[in-house]
């Protein structure tokens, strides 16, 4: 099992910028695929995208190449950069943490608190 912290979530303007931060302790961070994910009101969990052990990265289809993940192993820390953000960025946003490649939420085993995330117009 690993244990999961976010932070960096709050209020941004349209066209603006955001970096979510993702601790990691417990078993050993680079062992896992981890994945973030989004929730807004009304809706259900959806995947934004992953990172390998190995650093490779695989995204939603639907973002269009306006958000990055990236990993400091020296850290056990798993960053997700969100650019041209949108007010249908708004959500809470979860990372969370599976042994497998997978973009499916009942795979992954370690979840976050969650941080919320709001974009105005």
């Known amino acids: 099992q690993v244990q999961l912290v976010e932070s960096g979530g709050g209020l941004v303007q349209a066209g603006g910028s955001l970096r979510l931060s993702c601790v990691a302790s417990?078993?050993?961070?680079?062992?896992?695929?981890m994945g973030w994910f989004r929730q807004a009101p009304g809706k259900e969990r959806e995947f934004v995208g992953g990172?390998?052990?190995?650093?490779?990265?695989y995204y939603s289809n639907s973002l269009n190449g306006r958000f990055t993940i990236s990993r400091d192993n020296t850290k056990n820390t798993v960053y997700l950069e969100m650019n041209s953000m949108k007010p249908e960025d708004t959500a809470v946003y979860y990372c969370?943490?599976?042994?497998?490649?997978?973009?499916?939420?009942?795979?992954?085993?370690?979840w976050g608190q969650g941080t919320q995330v709001t974009v105005s117009s």
């Open positions: 990172i390998t052990w190995s650093s490779g990265t």
């Open positions: 969370a943490a599976s042994t497998v490649f997978t973009t499916t939420p009942g795979q992954f085993g370690s």
């Open positions: 417990g078993r050993t961070f680079t062992s896992y695929v």
